[in-house]
Structures are given as structure tokens and as C-alpha cells.
């Protein structure tokens, strides 16, 4: 079936270093791609998306380029902060059964 | 607008009670969708609403689980009776229309003692 694979956690990070956090997915057909975030006592919040091959997603200094050929979503940023340490999820979406599959989220720690 | 809006935020009781969520999503919204996320495992899909219609419940784990969105409006889990291996958190959350973005509530976090 259908399923996301991203890198295991926790990260811990150096304020103002580059992030990367792996995300791999694999499933039939053209899946719109996703990275949700979760910060400490808060909800999902949706961070970015991309919907079709080659597409890039872009939010708060974050992105991440759909790969169809590595059947990859990697999620970048150039300088983390502090305020960026949270739970991070890769996701699939189809439209055949439209839910939501979930990577199994990678925990990011940045220290000042 | 305001955003998909779960109660309680905290739930708390014993092995065999009945616990009951609520999720009232994004006005305008069809498009309702219950997960959980057990034990830091994976967010898991439960179930899928249009309006007041169950369109998916194929994740539904058993028969403890009622899921229901009387008039399309706001939706209610019911868990009865809870186990130990309910515990997790509950996410609630609606979209426009099938394969938009679906937008998340802050969750429910359920512990059954």
C-alpha cells in the first residue's frame, strides 16, 4: 500500500544551521505531497505543498521539491532558529481515497 | 476564519468509561476527517465524513469506536468503553473538497488510566 518513509529523529541542530529532513514516499498514480508541522502544545499546521512533479513548496524560509523520479519531498531551510523546533511530518494525499498518509514525523531540536 | 476547533484539548479516565470528542471544523467546510496518533507512532486515518454522510471508515480500529456529524455540521467520537490502548491524540480535520488541503485542529489528547 500506499506509505511515507522519512529520516528517524531527533534531530538536534545549532541555531542558524542548515536543516534537511529526508522524506521518501511510494504509492500509484501522482500523489499531491505535504509537510505539516507540529510545535510543542499546538496542532498540525500545513507548512507547505507541492502537487504535481518538479513542483516546489515554499514557507516561512522552508522548501521542498516534488521528485518523482526519487519519489522524494526533502524538507530544506538554509538557517534554522530556535522557534523552528518542533515535530515535523511528511504526507501523501491521493484524490482515489482522499486521507491524509503520514510519515511517521521527525522531531527537531535547535539550540541557541 | 477560525480554524478546526476540538474538545476537550485533555481527557483523562479510567479503563471501561465512555469518553466522548468533538470537532467543529472550518464553516463551509463538507469535508470532515478524524485521525489519531497512538504511542508516537504514525498519525493514522479513522474516518472520512461528507456533510453528514460517512464517505471512508475503513480505519475505524473496532466497534468501540462511534463516529458521528448530525445535520453536516460538527462531528462527535464516541469511545465506549475506552481501552488502555486508546490512548493517543484525536486530530480533527476539514476541507473545502475531496484532495484539498485538509486543515487540523489542535487535537485531542486522550488518556485512559
Known amino acids: 500500500g500506499d506509505s511515507v518513509t522519512q529520516m528517524e529523529g531527533p534531530v538536534t541542530l545549532s541555531e542558524e544551521a542548515f536543516l534537511t529532513i529526508n522524506c521518501t514516499y511510494t504509492?500509484?498514480?501522482?500523489?499531491?505531497l505535504f509537510w505539516y508541522v507540529q510545535y510543542p502544545g499546538e496542532g498540525l499546521q500545513l507548512l507547505l505543498k507541492?502537487?504535481?512533479?518538479?513542483d516546489k513548496g515554499s514557507n516561512k524560509g522552508f522548501e521542498a521539491t516534488y521528485r518523482k523520479e526519487t519519489t522524494s519531498f526533502h524538507l530544506e531551510k538554509g538557517s534554522v532558529q530556535v522557534s523552528d523546533s518542533a515535530v515535523y511530518f511528511c504526507?501523501?494525499?491521493?484524490?482515489?481515497?482522499?486521507?491524509?498518509?503520514f510519515g511517521p514525523g521527525t522531531s527537531l531540536s535547535v539550540i541557541p | 476564519e477560525a480554524g478546526v476547533t476540538q474538545f476537550p484539548s485533555h481527557s483523562v479516565i479510567e479503563k471501561g468509561q465512555t469518553v466522548t470528542l468533538r470537532c467543529d471544523p472550518i464553516?463551509?467546510?463538507?469535508?470532515l476527517y478524524w485521525y489519531r496518533r497512538v504511542m508516537g507512532k504514525e498519525i493514522k486515518f479513522l474516518l472520512h465524513f461528507v456533510k453528514e454522510s460517512k464517505q471512508d471508515e475503513s480505519g475505524m480500529p473496532n466497534n468501540r469506536f462511534l463516529a458521528e456529524r448530525t445535520g453536516g455540521t460538527y462531528s462527535t467520537l464516541k469511545v465506549q468503553p475506552a481501552e488502555l490502548e486508546d490512548s493517543g491524540v484525536y486530530f480533527c480535520a476539514s476541507s473545502r473538497g475531496q484532495a484539498q488541503p485538509q486543515h487540523f485542529g489542535d487535537g485531542t489528547r486522550l488518556s485512559i488510566l
Open positions: 504526507a501523501l494525499l491521493k484524490t482515489s481515497y482522499d486521507k491524509v498518509i
Open positions: 507541492a502537487t504535481k512533479a518538479d
Open positions: 464553516s463551509g467546510h463538507d469535508n
Open positions: 504509492a500509484t498514480g501522482y500523489p499531491s
